[in-house]
């Protein structure tokens, strides 16, 4: 079982930036993938950004590449997402999540990968 606890949400202008960070529970912590997602009002939950287990593997949603980096610290049992250059568009509830097992690290772009989520942490950017 992993327990996972977003935090660094909040209000921000257009161009601002801001770092979330997902806190996990457990021992086996650099055994998982770690994704970030996103679900805005009316939208179904998308995906943001994916890191491997030790780190070294990153993918991105077209929308954020350049602007967004998704990092991790096995020894703090966090991973973090650096936003920058935020857009209006990019306001909704940011959610962390681990996968244990996967066939394609690049298959993990799909919520369904994925088998435990945190609770979310708001982001709301204005113009």
């Known amino acids: 079982q992993v327990q996972l606890v977003e935090s660094g949400g909040g209000l921000v202008q257009a161009g601002g930036s801001l770092r979330l960070s997902c806190s996990a529970s457990g021992r086996t912590f650099s055994s998982y993938a770690m994704g970030w997602f996103r679900q805005a009002p009316g939208k179904e939950r998308e995906f943001v950004a994916v890191?491997?287990?030790?780190?070294?593997?990153?993918n991105y949603a077209d929308s954020v590449k350049g602007r967004f980096t998704i990092s991790r610290d096995n020894a703090k049992n966090t991973v973090y997402l650096e936003m920058n250059s935020l857009k209006p568009e990019d306001t909704a509830v940011y959610y962390c999540?681990?996968?244990?097992?996967?066939?394609?690290?690049?298959?993990?772009?799909?919520?369904?990968?994925?088998?435990?989520w945190g609770q979310g942490t708001q982001v709301t950017v204005s113009s």
């Open positions: 999540a681990a996968a244990g097992q996967y066939s394609s690290f690049y298959l993990l772009t799909g919520p369904r990968a994925y088998d435990y």
């Open positions: 890191i491997s287990g030790n780190g070294f593997r990153t």
